[in-house]
């Protein structure tokens, strides 16, 4: 069983910067793919990023290209997702996900432990 923490998520304005992070307890961490979802008011829950486990492979949504980053440490059991040129509909509540596998997935199915969630909230 992993549990996974998110934190890093608060109120920042249009054009701001934020890093999420995510620390997981209770499993091999290198083991796992962790990925990065957002879900927004009244909206589907959305793939952000995923990186694999030795972090060699990385995907992003076409969304966030070119302005987040997904990144790892496990030695420190955390993932992170840096947020740079913030827009307003970034502003979701971000969740961190792990994944038994070797790749990367965008797939929300094949993630099996989820944290409970930061909100993030970009002011125009």
């Known amino acids: 069983q992993v549990q996974l923490v998110e934190s890093g998520g608060r109120l920042v304005q249009a054009g701001g910067s934020l890093r999420l992070s995510c620390a997981a307890s209770?499993?091999?961490?290198?083991?796992?793919?962790m990925g990065w979802f957002r879900q927004a008011p009244g909206k589907e829950q959305l793939f952000v990023a995923a990186?694999?486990?030795?972090?060699?492979?990385?995907s992003y949504a076409n969304s966030v290209k070119g302005r987040f980053t997904i990144s790892r440490d496990n030695a420190k059991n955390t993932v992170y997702l840096q947020m740079n040129s913030l827009k307003p509909e970034d502003t979701a509540v971000y969740y961190c996900?792990?994944?038994?596998?070797?790749?990367?997935?965008?797939?929300?199915?094949?993630?099996?432990?989820w944290g409970q969630g930061t909100q993030v909230t970009v002011s125009s």
């Open positions: 209770g499993g091999t961490f290198r083991t796992y793919a």
């Open positions: 990186i694999s486990g030795n972090g060699a492979m990385i």
């Open positions: 996900a792990a994944a038994k596998t070797m790749g990367v997935i965008d797939t929300r199915g094949d993630y099996i432990y």
